[in-house]
């Protein structure tokens, strides 16, 4: 839980939008969306910077934003 609301707030921090949520497989999966710059600091903060997390693996995908969104959320 605090994984997900610590992205949360780092990403209304930076202006993005998009999504976190858990996987069945118990890992964890963002979308950002917004300046190139602070999508990258956002995900360079998930991985040195959350509090309390252990992060062993990532990997990025890069794609046109589509505009769907208009805040972050945490998705079930």
């Known amino acids: ?3 997900r609301a610590n992205t949360v ?3 209304e921090s ?3 939008v998009g999504w976190v949520r858990n996987t069945r497989d118990g890992n964890v999966e963002a979308m950002f969306e917004g300046e190139e710059d602070d ?3 956002a995900i360079d903060w998930c991985e040195n910077e959350q509090p309390y997390a252990k992060v062993t693996s990532k ?3 890069i794609s046109e934003p589509d505009g769907q969104y ?3 959320s945490i998705r079930p």
């Open 1 to 3: 839980m605090f994984f």
């Open 70 to 72: 208009s805040g972050f």
């Open 59 to 61: 990997r990025v995908e």
């Open 14 to 16: 930076l202006n993005l």
């Open 9 to 11: 707030r780092c990403a």
């Open 39 to 41: 999508v990258r600091k």
